[in-house]
């Protein structure tokens, strides 16, 4: 009998994370590079915690904006190499939503780990311990919505030499929303303020996200797959 | 429903000879239209009650700033025609635009900088518009480092127009999430780059260099577009003879 | 039941299918021959659907699969030049999860096409470890676990010695005796001792 929609999904999922934690090295990488960036910046900027705290929201975004590509190297790149995405392409399931699963995947291993440790680096650049939880909300959805947009790019660098930098050249003129809406979500919750309303444009950006990148990253593999 | 058009749409030696044919008359017109918007915009038109001289800039800043755009779409829609319908030919148009697009914003970035050294006393300002144009010309860069990253032609075809397409739909996103950074931090900005109030004498010419800018894109593209359909097409038997 | 028509395909400037046609039926299999870039892959994966011929047609139960591209590939194992495998994974693992997204699949039921294929002993392995007949052997299980009608073989038998060789030729056989179609290109040579084969030589490039 074919299987269900949501159990592929669930295969799909249970096998990256599998693999994931068969190497949890690759887990880890982007994670300590965000740590490593966050702790650069006391160095070439200020060790005051009030100019910091400045910063703060620019540096943890930028910071999670190039860890996330970092890992975004890994949501296709193996899978391409070794047959899994054209056994996908031919499983007679939707393609749309196997990606999905997979996108969903990649973000609970690299965005949702990166948005839980993200208040340690917060904390060292003077974030005062109300805005954490704001802060971890906004670079939880925001990073969502960067890996399904990263999914996009991914897609597309398959069939390209050099995939890497021009992978993130891709990528980053289009996560520029992202990065508005959540340096200015971190900016106000460290103001104290509501961070609502960025927040619901993060939202936004999400739900159009789930709607169409994984149908743009099908295509995009697809044609990869050529 | 007669679809013949449809086909020799589709057809490249039908839009080799199409393109060879009107490219004169669109360039044509666009010097004559761009000579005369030129004479209205710098030497009939009123100097502006505040920015002085300054101000005649927009005449070529505001055209080239919208030709970037209009660039951009237009690409988009070749690139989704040529997905859609697998038209060669539209793939080849979206891959004409790019360069020219790109080169408009280029223009309207410089423009807009030399503009901005008398109204704000520097070249640069992170004011919106700016900045949108900058991140659009860093969106041809990714449309044009995809395209010249992947060796098979097809295969960069169709990669690239997917990318467009996915662009197209970001434009407005970036533009309306720059507006928001914007207002943030409008004390940032020590003056907006105002829209004058335009009297007709100041806006003819304007809307004449528009006309005269978007006839010589057309121009370029069917230009650029007869280049690589003979890039193309090189084992084809047509283009011998065309080149014979 | 498996038609191609007038397949024109182009890589870049190469002309690589020039008007490929053929035909298979239930209990039939189509051995492709020819030289090294003669188009034996481009045409397995063109039928697959993973390349977009520029003319010509694959159709399938009498409609143009790439209209009814699920349910064409529901009934399609397509086997590459790399068998498909994960190799931070065992074999078990492995199929348990890429056939597992096609259909059903119950333990007993892997554990009897790795018997088949001999790769029992190595089941649990991870595939990294293995030797590339090994694999092979790992992927055609999977092939036959599939439960495709239309098997599409790319080389199976590289790698493998005389004795996966024979396996090989038993499996289709049985495929075809099942009422499948195969399409194998094959360079080495194969023996089929039963069922209807057809040859397809696509000639020098």
Known sequence: MKTGAVAVARLVAARDLRLAFRKPSQLLQPLLFFMIVATLFPL?????????RDAAPGVLWIGALLSSLLALEFLFRDDAQDG????????????????FAKTCTHWLLSGLPLASSAPI?????GVPGEALWSMVASLALGSFALSLLGAIAAGLTLGARRGGVLLSLLTLPLSVPVLVFGADATQRAIDGAAIAPPMYMLGAIAVLGVTLAPLAAAAAVRIGLE | MNWTWFHRLGSPPHVYGFATRW???????AAIAIVVALF???????????????????????????????????????????????????????????????????????????WGKPMWGTYWVWDP???????????????????????????????SAVLAIVGVVNVPIIKFSVTWWNSLHQEATVMRMGKPTMNFDMLWPLLLMFLGFALYFAAVVLIRLRAELLRRERGASWVREVLA | MLSVSGLHLWRGDRHVLRGVSFAANPGQCVLLTGKNGAGKTTLLRAIAGLLDPEEGEVSWRGAPARKTRDEFHGELA??????????????????????GIRRDVTREEIDAALARTGATD????????????????????????SGAVLWLLDEPTTNLDADGQRLVASLIEEQIARGGIVVAAVHHELTLSAGEVVGLDLGVA
Not at chain 2, 23 to 29: E, H, I, K, L, Y
């Open chain 1, 121 to 125: 680096a917060a904390l060292a650049l």
């Open chain 2, 23 to 29: 490219t004169p008359w669109f360039g044509g017109a």
């Open chain 2, 129 to 159: 518009r700016l900045t949108s144009e900058l991140l659009l010309l860093f969106l041809y860069f990714g449309y044009m480092g995809l395209r010249a990253a992947i060796e098979d032609p097809q295969k960069a075809d169709k990669a």
């Open chain 1, 84 to 99: 899994t995405l054209e056994q996908f392409a031919l499983s007679g399931q939707s393609l749309t939503w196997m990606l």
């Open chain 3, 122 to 145: 190595f089941a649990d392995r991870s595939t990294r470890m293995l030797s590339a007949g090994q694999r092979r052997r790992v992927a055609l299980a999977g092939v036959l676990l």
């Open chain 3, 78 to 99: 397509y086997l590459g030049h790399e068998p498909p495998l994960k190799g931070d994974l065992s074999a078990r693992e492995n199929l348990r999860f890429s056939i």
């Open chain 1, 44 to 52: 070439t900027l200020s060790p005051e915690l009030s100019r910091l």
């Open chain 2, 40 to 114: 209205g915009g710098l030497v009939l038109a009123p100097e502006d009650y505040q920015q002085k001289d300054a101000f005649r800039m927009v005449y070529v800043h505001a055209p080239s700033a919208w030709l970037s755009l209009m660039a951009y779409s237009t690409m988009a829609v070749a690139a989704a025609v040529g997905l859609i319908w697998r038209m060669k030919v539209a793939h080849s148009v979206a891959a004409a635009c790019a360069p020219i697009g790109a080169w408009f914003t280029v223009a309207a970035l410089g423009t807009g900088m030399l």
